[in-house]
């Protein structure tokens, strides 16, 4: 989880990160929902941007499937 968290960390610093997250953004601001609470803009895999439910979108981020991957979750499931 930790080695997840870090590679994480680096990879928001970038500038790339950033130019993704201004987009998301500007589309919040043009669309007249900036600071109104309400859905998140999300990307699809094709890289164009919807609007999702925050529940979902922060949901499908989480650090728990990596952390199941690591070898720490492993070895806790096998020692119970």
């Given amino acids: 989880m930790r080695k997840h968290i870090s590679r994480?960390?680096?990879r928001n610093?970038?500038?790339e990160m950033g130019r993704r997250r201004a987009a998301l953004q500007t589309?919040?601001?043009r669309d007249g929902r900036d600071g109104k609470g309400g859905p998140d803009v999300a990307h699809?895999?094709?890289g164009?941007?919807?609007y999702q439910d925050?529940?979902?979108n922060?949901?499908?981020k989480s650090t728990k499937n990596a952390w199941k991957k690591d070898k720490g979750y492993r070895a806790l499931k096998r020692n119970g």
């Fill in 27 to 29: 589309k919040r601001r």
């Fill in 44 to 46: 699809r895999a094709d």
């Fill in 13 to 15: 610093k970038g500038k």
């Fill in 54 to 56: 925050k529940h979902v």
């Fill in 58 to 60: 922060r949901a499908d």
């Fill in 48 to 50: 164009s941007t919807f």
């Fill in 8 to 10: 994480n960390t680096e």
